[in-house]
C-alpha cells in the first residue's frame, strides 16, 4: 500500500505544468536507512519504492551518503 503524501502536497500537476515535471520523488534519508518513494503527478498512481543504507553524512561520509541517495532512487 503506498503512503499518502503530506497534507499540502499536490497530486496532480498545475495546468500548463511541462509533461516532464510528471514524476514526483519522495526521500526519507537518515542515520540508518533511506527510502525513496515515486509517484506519477499525472495518472496518480505509486510506482514504487527504493531502499538504501544511511545518507547521513556523518556515519556515512560524504561518498556513502552520496552513493545510498543514488541507489535509493535507482
Not at 514504487?48 to 560524504?62: D, E, K, L, M, R
Request: charged letters at 15%; glycine letters at 14%; one cysteine or more.
Amino acid at each position: 500500500m503506498p503512503p499518502d503524501l503530506p497534507a499540502g502536497v499536490a497530486r496532480t500537476l498545475p495546468p500548463g505544468a511541462p509533461a516532464d515535471d510528471r514524476l514526483v520523488v519522495g526521500i526519507d534519508g537518515g542515520g540508518t536507512r533511506t527510502t525513496a518513494h515515486l509517484w506519477d503527478a499525472v495518472t496518480e498512481m505509486y510506482l514504487g519504492t527504493g531502499h538504501a543504507g544511511s545518507s547521513n553524512i556523518q556515519p556515512a561520509g560524504v561518498t556513502g551518503a552520496c552513493e545510498a541517495l543514488d541507489l535509493a532512487v535507482a
